[in-house]
């Protein structure tokens, strides 16, 4: 989601498996450590859902190459809040305002 609450399909190479909501889902219920962990932060340290080839393209940031796309027809800018979407608007509160009335953008320094 992008600016002013616009839906845009935001390119990324596929870096997790393809059932990674079922595999997330499996180990939160199986391990308290990892449950806590994605409760605070909404990341896994260790996550089984990234490929072998993910692990690389997160690293180099290489994942987020494809978003040069999004900005070329003007879904994003190169800096800016990264976009959303819409299932993780509640996680955002007060700030929510902030993501939909700026103009979405990948922030380059974030991503390496």
Known sequence: MGKGGK???CLKFRSMVINSKEVLEDLLAKDSEAKQEWEATFKLKNDP???????????????????????LKGEMSLVGPRPIITAELERYN?????????QTGNDWVMAS
């Open 94 to 102: 007060d700030e929510v305002d902030y993501y939909l009335f700026k």
């Open 7 to 9: 839906s845009f399909k």
């Open 49 to 71: 859902r990234i490929t072998k080839i993910g692990v690389f393209l997160r690293r180099t940031s290489l994942d987020e190459l494809p978003q040069l796309f999004n900005v």
